[in-house]
């Protein structure tokens, strides 16, 4: 299996629910990051966190690390329908060098109004 | 700042003809990558270069593809001749590598038909 795989492929909730998606990866990592592609678009950076942290908040976002275990999940609160889109985990692995990211398949997130 | 700036957004084209996509980083951002993605095969990296010098290009599917970037403002993705498992989006991203911080920045990508 691929390098930060994302779980689950696809997720459908209502909205004001929370949405959680996980995401694991194989190899030791400097940093992970979390991505956003709304349809037709580029992806958007959302968070980063650093692998000497454990959580990671920004508004309605959560991001956890466990080196440990290599995952990581993030929390959207209160979600909107304006939240629907793919969300992708990318990891910096310490075996690459520079600005090299490795991203996972990724989680459709489905909001419903 | 503009962000990072793709061009053609749509191109539709033949087999066999010659296509080239072109990429504008962010100002100042010194790793710039080419992404493809697909619904079969999701995101693959294409190349990437620092600086100007392509550092890693294993992930060009076949020697029909190619890209240059002359110069910190500008990269080309070239593919001759064109197939119809070409059609795809094509993503450029750039990024500035600082300690502990590597964001990339996507374009608006070019989605390619190859008929």
Request: charged residues 20%; proline residues 4%.
């Amino acid at each position: 299996s691929q390098q930060g795989e994302e779980d689950p492929q696809a997720l459908s909730i209502q909205e004001g629910e929370n949405a959680t998606m996980n995401c694991s990866y194989k190899t030791s990592i400097n940093n992970l990051q979390w991505y956003r592609q709304n349809s037709g678009r580029g992806l958007v950076h959302l968070i980063l966190i650093r692998s000497n942290e454990r959580e990671k908040h920004s508004g309605r976002l959560r991001v956890t690390l466990d080196t440990s275990k290599k995952s990581s999940s993030l929390l959207i609160t209160a979600s909107r329908a304006a939240d629907t889109a793919s969300y992708f985990c990318a990891t910096d692995r310490k075996e690459t060098s520079g600005s090299r990211l490795t991203f996972g398949e990724g989680t459709q997130l489905t909001v419903n109004p | 700042d503009a962000g990072v700036i793709q061009s053609p957004r749509h191109e539709v084209t033949e087999m066999g003809q010659e296509v080239t996509l072109r990429c504008k980083p962010i100002s100042g951002h010194d790793y710039l990558f080419w992404y493809r993605q697909t619904m079969m095969r999701g995101l693959e990296l294409l190349i990437y270069f620092n600086n100007n010098v392509p550092i890693d290009d294993s992930g060009m599917p076949e020697d029909r593809f190619s890209a240059k970037m002359p110069n910190a403002s500008f990269s080309t993705l070239k593919i001759q001749p064109s197939e119809p498992r070409d059609s795809a989006v094509y993503f450029c991203a750039s990024s500035l590598w600082t300690s502990g911080y590597n964001e990339q920045f996507f374009g608006p990508g070019t989605r390619l038909t190859v008929l």
